[in-house]
């Protein structure tokens, strides 16, 4: 299999905020930039001891007019106290990195991305550093005619980054595209300086308050608490569940699972490996505390799924459950979550490893093809199906 990394070179590293700093990167061939769709993050090779880690970052730039890809990054310190070892990548980034330097990088991935075919108006809701993919998409929006308006929540001015290009497109939009600033601990210069618009969290009375009626695409992003608080909120408004978008620590409707439960403590992936944790908009902090996943890089490919075939059918000898694809079903994860199954995983895309599995019997394909090859008996189910019948070790 081909490696699908290039060498990017650090053209600018530039300060965001207290905590957030972006990255300009331009390909060292010359050649032109990757593609990429609004809400998709690059992949990045990080050294780790004798190894290296993959860790992943949301493109925050203007996927269709910046002559680089940009990825704003947070510095992950862990909390005091603890035996987890601060972020692996935005450390390095952050300390080590510097303009000049050159990076391994891996093409955009992730389906987390803008509907640029619809007409509808869009609510961004974002929490903290899960700005970063609403940004791309905003910067879109803001040469289409769609009415926009974002929310952004976040501890204090200190620490929000790219607050100045969100009040930038707004200001520059004749009131087609509204931001608001929600502060949760605002300092004495957000006040001095009016750097927010509201005290406290964005709540069902905020959005009422804020958000006219309208028939709203809703892209979500930010904290497990922030997306299950703001799901239950937006659900209860009337939105309909199938215009929320969003990408998690889950299944497709591991959000809805969440909401419908009483608030407690958020819940990660079984075996989350913090090189997932890293990724922007798949925030769940207690994913830090598993080791990370020392994997190389290999070729990306078309995400889109085949039809279901008759006969395609995947036996989990552990479980002793059998169950048929169907055209609706994309993947083999999907297809064991559907019959009740709960397999770890994590990235959901074929980078993290976290939910291989021993091929006892059987063909398998890849409707995306995985970072790194799997060794041979091993599948990633996460996007993986069967050829015909499997036997899985599940």
Same mark, same amino acid.
Request: aromatic letters at 6%.
């Given at each position: 299999?081909?490696?699908?990394?290039?060498?990017?070179?650090?053209?600018?590293?530039?300060?965001?905020?207290?905590?957030?700093?972006?990255?300009?990167?331009?390909?060292?061939?010359?050649?032109?930039?990757?593609?990429? /769709?609004?809400?998709?993050? @690059?992949?990045?090779?990080?050294?780790?001891?004798?190894?290296?880690?993959?860790?992943?970052?949301?493109?925050?730039?203007?996927?269709?007019?910046?002559?680089?890809?940009?990825?704003?990054?947070?510095?992950?310190?862990?909390?005091?106290?603890?035996? !987890?070892?601060?972020?692996?990548?935005?450390?390095?980034?952050?300390?080590?990195?510097?303009?000049?330097?050159?990076?391994?990088?891996?093409?955009?991935?992730?389906?987390?991305?803008?509907?640029?075919?619809? +007409?509808?108006?869009?609510?961004? @809701?974002?929490?903290?550093?899960?700005?970063?993919?609403?940004?791309?998409?905003?910067?879109?929006?803001?040469?289409?005619?769609?009415?926009?308006?974002?929310?952004?929540?976040?501890?204090?001015?200190?620490?929000?980054?790219?607050?100045?290009?969100?009040?930038?497109?707004?200001?520059?939009?004749?009131?087609?595209?509204?931001?608001?600033?929600?502060?949760?601990?605002?300092?004495?210069?957000?006040?001095?300086?009016?750097?927010?618009?509201?005290?406290?969290?964005?709540?069902?009375?905020?959005?009422?308050?804020?958000?006219?009626?309208?028939?709203?695409?809703?892209?979500?992003?930010?904290?497990?608490?922030?997306?299950?608080?703001?799901?239950?909120?937006?659900?209860?408004?009337?939105?309909?569940?199938?215009?929320?978008?969003?990408?998690?620590?889950?299944?497709?409707?591991? /959000?809805?699972?969440?909401?419908?439960?009483?608030?407690?403590?958020?819940?990660?992936?079984?075996?989350?490996?913090?090189?997932?944790?890293?990724?922007?908009?798949?925030?769940?902090?207690?994913?830090?505390?598993?080791?990370?996943?020392?994997?190389?890089?290999?070729?990306?490919?078309?995400?889109?799924?085949?039809?279901?075939?008759?006969?395609?059918?995947?036996?989990?000898?552990?479980?002793?459950?059998?169950?048929?694809?169907?055209?609706? !079903?994309?993947?083999? /994860?999907?297809?064991?979550?559907?019959?009740? /199954?709960?397999?770890?995983?994590?990235?959901?895309?074929?980078?993290?490893?976290?939910?291989?599995? +021993? @091929? !006892?019997?059987?063909?398998?394909?890849?409707?995306?093809?995985?970072?790194?090859?799997?060794?041979?008996?091993?599948?990633?189910?996460?996007?993986?199906?069967?050829?015909?019948?499997?036997?899985?070790?599940?």
């Amino acid at each position: 299999m081909a490696d699908a990394f290039r060498r990017f070179r650090v053209a600018a590293k530039v300060r965001e905020s207290d905590v957030v700093t972006s990255f300009h990167l331009t390909p060292v061939d010359g050649g032109p930039l990757w593609q990429a /769709l609004p809400g998709q993050y @690059l992949t990045l090779r990080v050294p780790n001891g004798d190894g290296s880690v993959l860790k992943t970052y949301s493109l925050s730039g203007d996927v269709q007019l910046d002559s680089f890809h940009r990825i704003s990054v947070k510095r992950e310190c862990a909390p005091d106290g603890s035996e !987890v070892p601060d972020g692996v990548g935005s450390c390095w980034l952050h300390d080590h990195v510097g303009e000049g330097d050159t990076l391994d990088i891996a093409p955009p991935r992730g389906g987390f991305v803008l509907d640029q075919d619809s +007409t509808r108006p869009v609510l961004l @809701l974002a929490g903290g550093i899960g700005i970063t993919p609403l940004l791309a998409m905003a910067k879109v929006l803001s040469r289409a005619k769609r009415r926009v308006r974002i929310f952004h929540a976040c501890e204090n001015g200190d620490v929000q980054a790219l607050g100045p290009e969100l009040k930038a497109l707004a200001d520059a939009s004749e009131g087609r595209i509204t931001l608001h600033v929600t502060h949760r601990a605002p300092t004495g210069r957000d006040r001095a300086e009016a750097r927010f618009d509201s005290e406290g969290v964005i709540d069902k009375a905020l959005l009422q308050a804020h958000l006219p009626l309208d028939d709203y695409e809703v892209y979500l992003c930010g904290p497990t608490g922030f997306m299950v608080a703001l799901y239950r909120t937006l659900t209860a408004l009337g939105i309909d569940r199938s215009r929320i978008a969003y990408e998690f620590f889950g299944t497709a409707s591991s /959000l809805e699972t969440l909401a419908a439960k009483p608030v407690s403590g958020t819940r990660a992936a079984s075996q989350a490996p913090k090189a997932i944790a890293a990724l922007v908009n798949l925030t769940d902090p207690e994913a830090w505390a598993v080791p990370e996943t020392l994997v190389p890089m290999a070729s990306d490919r078309n995400r889109e799924a085949p039809d279901g075939a008759a006969g395609d059918t995947v036996h989990f000898s552990r479980s002793g459950v059998t169950a048929t694809m169907g055209g609706d !079903v994309r993947t083999i /994860l999907e297809l064991a979550e559907g019959a009740g /199954l709960e397999p770890d995983f994590s990235c959901r895309s074929g980078i993290c490893n976290t939910c291989r599995c +021993t @091929l !006892v019997e059987g063909t398998v394909s890849y409707v995306e093809e995985p970072l790194e090859t799997p060794p041979t008996g091993q599948v990633l189910i996460c996007c993986a199906r069967p050829e015909g019948r499997v036997v899985l070790e599940l």
